[in-house]
């Protein structure tokens, strides 16, 4: 841990009814998700290209999520995971409008001091276009190899996001019996946004207590995603601003999609059991993790129509417009599959949903 370092510093198509939360209707908001930003069915430079192209498709964000130790064998972990922070950089410099974002980074194995700048300089060199989603970084694999005890992660990543705003804003900091300016400042005002990830209700309730989103993993069940929300509603929360993912896969019919789909479904389900993922508490539940239930369960997939129903009744019943999909299945779909249903996401599935959310 990095304890002493900034302890001193921390002081048409669909007309529904949109629930009533007495909050202004919101513009509906399409992101993609993944170690590779939604995109991971590639591995090489070309994964820009692929950025360039959902940019042109208005997708509003992608969002890169912090993996270590994973893509040594693609043919059976899926995906080759990159350093988000560079991949950021990479993407940032090929676009023009499309936000970056993390989905998430750990605290656990960042120096705040570091990050601050960081963050800060992608800020700067894109005009803004940068979303920091972050969690407290508990995985034991990961803290065992970067030599950071377990003990106190929690401490660490809120000390760290009472820090980095701090870090961020105009004057100096006291360091020990110095004062420095972290460098360089953001251009988003006052900060970039800072989006929590968590699957706890308390953490929920904490991030916007203190002025954080959440953001929603695709990879968590939906009875644990609507205990999140309620937490975070209950607290103060505006659902509109969630990300909240969902594995989605649009094809031209519901038949096509699941045929397409399935071999990917049962790769990807495979996965997710050999590494337990059904152990780690508040994320998801074995009996989800047969490819039957999980392709019923914990993905939208079907026609463009089928998916915008699908979508319009999670933002009839939580108030999300945003949906943050996790497109490319952990890399495991196809990179044909993974274009088309991108096009169709972005050509259709896109502007059907805005027009709904515009409707209602």
């Not at 950021?88 to 705040?112: D, E, W, Y």
């Not at 694999?141 to 705003?165: Q, S």
């Not at 972290?182 to 953490?203: A, D, F, L, R, S």
């Not at 094809?251 to 337990?276: C, H, I, N, Q, Y």
């Amino acid at each position: 841990m990095t304890e002493g370092i900034y302890a001193s510093t921390v002081g048409p198509a669909i007309e529904r009814g949109a629930p009533d939360t007495g909050r202004p209707a919101r513009s509906f908001k399409l992101g993609l998700s993944g170690c590779g930003g939604g995109l991971e069915s590639i591995s090489t430079s070309q994964i820009l290209d692929l950025a360039e192209r959902v940019e042109a498709l208005g997708f509003t964000g992608v969002w890169l999520n912090e993996e270590h130790f994973q893509g040594s064998i693609v043919e059976v972990e899926g995906r080759r995971c990159h350093s988000p922070l560079i991949l950021a950089s990479a993407i940032l410099a090929r676009t023009k409008r499309l936000r970056v974002g993390f989905s998430v980074l750990l605290a656990a194995l960042h120096n705040p001091v570091r990050l601050a700048e960081e963050i800060a300089t992608l800020d700067v060199i894109s005009d803004g276009r940068v979303d920091l989603g972050i969690s407290r970084g508990n995985n034991p694999r990961y803290l065992n190899a970067y030599g950071v005890k377990p003990e106190g992660t929690a401490d660490h990543f809120k000390e760290m996001l009472t820090f980095l705003p701090r870090a961020w804003a105009a004057g100096t900091l006291p360091f020990g019996d110095a004062v420095h300016s972290i460098e360089p400042k953001p251009i988003q005002t006052p900060h970039p946004p800072i989006y929590v990830g968590t699957n706890t209700n308390e953490t929920a309730a904490w991030a916007t207590q203190n002025g954080h989103k959440i953001i929603c993993h695709g990879i968590i069940s939906m009875p644990n995603q609507r205990r999140l929300m309620r937490a975070y509603v209950d607290a103060g929360g505006d659902p509109g601003g969630v990300p909240f993912g969902r594995f989605v896969y649009v094809s031209e019919t519901d038949a096509s999609a699941r045929k397409e789909l399935w071999p990917t479904v049962e790769k990807l389900t495979t996965r997710l059991r050999g590494f337990g993922l059904f152990r780690r508490e508040g994320v998801i539940d074995e009996a989800r993790l047969e490819p039957e239930n999980f392709y019923r369960d914990m993905v939208i997939a079907g026609s463009p129509e089928t998916c915008a129903e699908k979508f319009m009744a999670l933002h009839d019943e939580l108030g999300v417009t945003y949906l943050n999909a996790l497109s490319a299945f952990f890399g495991f779909l196809p990179l044909p599959l993974l274009e088309r249903s991108l096009n169709l996401m972005g050509t259709v599935l896109r502007p059907r949903l805005e027009r709904a959310l515009a409707a209602a």
